[in-house]
């Protein structure tokens, strides 16, 4: 079947196993993401720092091999959408993600609960943007399997 990336952003993302966070995280929220069984759907649930929430269903497919680039499709929920979804069976995991912007460059870093830190770097359509030395890469984790969120979910 064809991929029709007609309302898909595509994001082209890299993953790195990082020690520390850097300093200067300008902004934290709060996520729990519901990755429903047997399916390509997650329900996602973020909320900033002041309290806002904001609740979506969203739709990934890999465009290649592995998960480096893939097509992804979001629809905004209101409350009873969301309490109606949230009855699906799923797999969740909480995170924390910490935005750290500095020189030009912003990257994300997941705090997972047993305090893993997990940070991602957009590439958007260029080529891929040179991981800063500010930040403290354990491992390049991008093309492991283990490190997307559908199997980090419990």
Known sequence: MAVSLKYAIVERE?????SKLPDAAHERLYIVDRYVTGTRLRLREVVTEDGVVTRKLGHKIRLGEGPHEIACTSLYL??????????????????????????????AIDELEDGTLLAEIDDQDG?????????????DVTDDEKWTGAQLAR
């Open 78 to 107: 209101d409350d009873d959408e969301w309490e109606l979804l949230c009855r699906l069976p799923v797999k969740m995991l909480r995170k924390v993600r910490h935005l750290v912007t500095r020189d030009g460059v912003t990257v």
């Open 14 to 18: 890299r993953r790195f196993l990082v």
């Open 127 to 139: 080529g891929p943007v040179p991981v800063p030395g500010w930040l403290d890469v354990l491992r």
